[in-house]
């Protein structure tokens, strides 16, 4: 486990540009979330390079909540659980890992403009020995600091929203995230990265159905070029109310070929329950 956890690390460090889309306690390719309620959402990604059980998921549990006129507080928690398929007769112990916490704030400076801004603590239980660090990554790599080591990121961004006819949404955001790094290992003292995606959300009853695309440049890079320091991935999804419930699946894939050699795609489910 130790060789195939430190190689994949090493791997995903430089597919992923040692990052992921921190900015919302959320995947920015999902349905929008509540003004005020709580959500969950479970991933799993269906990877190449070797076969991870069923079970193994990246799991986020997130919640909004209104502090003032315009100003919202937003959380989440994630974890995940990892675990190899092996051949009979090869014992495979599971993985399961607490990453570290987002905590933000968001402000609606229009109804069509909101910014947001938060960070997360650096309180994650992955180490030398744990996989399900490693299924979290995979499950989501624009969300993959959620579960990275020694490292402190705060970012800043604005998403734009413009209502068309028939009540579609179209979403267009942006902004900057600094990885800090805290450990003793030579990966530099900073990262810079450009966030930005564009999505639609098409209401039909009580269904939503939406698509996107969202990347992440890294800036920072002294090496390369555009192609070769960014990320990006499409996205799909539809929920359906029941009440204040909404159940929903969401579907992600790699448009880059380096990561799309890791991992084909990654399923999931998602729940939100809007608060009174």
Not at 206 to 213: E, N, P, Y
Not at 216 to 227: K, L, P
């Amino acid at each position: 486990m130790n060789g195939i956890r430190s190689g994949l690390i090493a791997a995903l460090l430089g597919v992923v540009l040692m990052g992921a889309q921190p900015l919302a306690a959320q995947s920015y390719l999902l349905p929008g979330t509540p003004q005020k309620g709580v959500w969950l959402e479970i991933s799993h990604p269906d990877v190449e390079v070797f076969e991870v059980s069923a079970p193994s998921t990246a799991w986020y549990a997130s919640g909004r909540y209104p502090l003032a006129p315009r100003f919202w507080g937003v959380a989440e928690l994630p974890f995940a659980y990892g675990k190899l398929n092996r051949p009979a007769g090869v014992e495979s112990d599971g993985s399961t890992v607490l990453g570290n916490p987002y905590l933000g704030i968001e402000y609606a400076l229009t109804d069509r403009i909101q910014l947001e801004a938060g960070g997360r603590l650096p309180l994650t239980t992955a180490d030398e020995q744990s996989f399900g660090d490693v299924v979290g990554f995979l499950a989501d790599p624009l969300r993959g600091e959620a579960f990275m080591q020694d490292v402190v990121p705060i970012s800043g961004g604005v998403v734009f929203h413009h209502g068309l006819a028939g009540g579609v949404d179209l979403r267009a955001r942006g902004g900057l995230t600094s990885l800090f790094w805290r450990g003793d290992d030579d990966l530099g003292e900073t990262m810079t990265a450009l966030d930005y995606g564009v999505m639609a959300l098409v209401p039909r009853g009580a269904a939503r159905f939406g698509g996107g695309v969202t990347g992440r440049w890294d800036v920072s890079a002294d090496e390369d070029g555009f192609a070769e320091n960014s990320l990006h991935q499409l996205g799909l999804n539809a929920d359906y109310a029941f009440g204040r419930m909404r159940p929903g699946i969401t579907l992600r894939v790699p448009l880059d070929s380096d990561y799309r050699d890791m991992v084909k795609s990654s399923v999931g489910i998602s729940l939100q329950v809007t608060l009174p």
